[in-house]
């Protein structure tokens, strides 16, 4: 059951990602162009929208270097875990601007919005 749930929500996040990037292509029509802004504004665009094996955050962009962060909890340890997770990327957190909302159940909406 655990490894169905798994599967259903790795199959769930490929599926809304290719569904943004299919978005993001209609709104920048010129791909190149696509591929270069997200690298200025985005660079964490192509690991997102991004979720820890637990489930305990979700990330991803809302505006240029700006992510939203939907956590289980709002503790001093998911907060290191996620910025620690963006540092593994080869980008400094300080460079983003972050918004952080507790939400229950943050992989159950893997595009997040804002409010």
């Not at 790795?10 to 591929?35: N, S, T």
């Not at 690991?47 to 240029?64: A, F, K, S």
């Not at 270097?65 to 400094?92: F, H, M, N, Y």
Request: hydrophobic share 40%; glycine share 4%.
């Amino acid at each position: 059951m655990k490894r169905l749930r798994i599967a259903l929500l790795i199959g769930l996040c490929l599926v809304l990602y290719l569904d943004l990037r299919l978005a993001l292509i209609k709104f920048y029509p010129k791909h190149d162009f696509l591929e270069e802004k997200n690298l200025q504004d985005m660079p964490l665009f192509q690991y997102t929208p991004h979720y820890d094996e637990n489930c305990l955050w979700v990330l991803g962009y809302i505006g240029p270097k700006a992510l939203l962060v939907q956590v289980r909890e709002d503790t001093p340890r998911i907060r290191q875990d996620v910025l620690g997770w963006i540092r593994s990327k080869g980008v400094e957190p300080t460079t983003h601007t972050f918004v952080w909302k507790v939400n229950n159940r943050p992989c159950a909406s893997l595009t997040p919005t804002p409010n």
